[in-house]
């Protein structure tokens, strides 16, 4: 017979199994696209050519309505620009610089120490101007989403005519990957929407793969460092465990 405690013990970790299961059984199965990304591979970087026109997608189109408050301008030089190129790009973007002699807020060219700005004074106004959705921040949210980079753009690229007998709520648009299916950020790219000063192909799908890729580095900065460490560390494993070969074939030699 169990006693009422082990029961209870019993009965609440069935609880805890159950939770998340039941919560994830009752979301819909949405098959995402499998891209292939420069950043996936054990060994891989950024393409970074990548990451560059997918900072001008960002800065030319999402910036308009999401913010990106973790990162700052000299951040910029991990996808490769000099410190010319980021001040350069900063001083393109007017942001908050403080209060004057006055006590009067003032705005100016960004500095590379600046903030990436904001398009919204705060969360509020941004649900407002955006149908009553908030956009949310972009600094982590390839990392924030289950999917990663293929969700985010599995959502980019997923806008189309809703399924025959499947009704748009409005203010809402149908999307195959967003949870649901309605959502209220109006297609942001399509073919053509950002021209590239490298000249490469505008279409919807690199767009999208460029930002995404921009995304990616902005919440995983230190990707490649990791995985530099990484291989530096299987070196030295590998050079520890040749070394104990040859001190216990010694050790050994000596004792027979
Ligand atoms: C006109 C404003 C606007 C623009 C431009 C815009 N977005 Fe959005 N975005 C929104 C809003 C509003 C939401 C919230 C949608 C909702 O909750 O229904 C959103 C949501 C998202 C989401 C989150 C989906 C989720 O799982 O919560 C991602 C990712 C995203 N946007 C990426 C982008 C990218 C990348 C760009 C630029 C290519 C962009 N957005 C441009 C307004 C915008």
């Avoid at 973007?93 to 398009?119: H, I, K, M, W, Y």
């Avoid at 919204?120 to 407002?128: I, L, M, Q, R, V």
């Avoid at 390839?142 to 399924?163: K, S």
Wanted: aromatic share 10%; hydrophobic share 40%.
């Amino acid at each position: 017979m169990r006693s009422p405690r082990s029961l209870l013990g019993g009965l609440l970790a069935v609880l805890c199994l159950a939770g998340p299961i039941s919560a994830r059984a009752a979301e819909e199965h949405i098959p995402l696209p499998n891209e292939h990304w420069s950043f996936e591979s054990a060994l891989g970087g950024f393409d970074l050519a990548s990451a560059q026109r997918g900072f001008q997608v960002y800065s030319q189109v999402c910036a308009n309505c999401h913010s990106m408050k973790f990162l700052h301008y000299r951040d910029l030089s991990g996808i490769g620009l000099n410190a010319e190129q980021i001040k350069a790009v900063a001083a393109t973007f007017t942001v908050p610089l403080g209060l004057n002699d006055e006590g009067q807020p003032v705005e100016g060219p960004a500095l590379p120490s600046s903030r990436f700005r904001s398009p919204f004074p705060n969360d509020k106004a941004a649900t407002a101007a955006n149908n009553g959705a908030l956009p949310p921040d972009l600094s982590l949210i390839v990392n924030a989403r289950e999917g990663g980079p293929n969700y985010v753009f599995g959502v980019l690229t997923g806008y189309g005519n809703p399924p025959a007998g499947v009704a748009v709520a409005e203010g809402t648009y149908y999307n195959r990957v967003f949870p649901g299916h309605q959502i209220k950020m109006p297609q942001p790219l399509q073919d053509g929407t950002v021209t590239y000063t490298d000249g490469t192909p505008n279409t919807l799908n690199q767009q999208a793969r460029d930002v995404v890729t921009f995304l990616y580095w902005a919440a995983n900065p230190e990707m490649v460092e990791r995985k530099a460490m990484g291989v530096k560390a299987v070196l030295f494993l590998v050079f520890m465990t040749g070394l104990t070969y040859v001190v216990k074939k010694k050790v050994w030699a000596d004792a027979h």
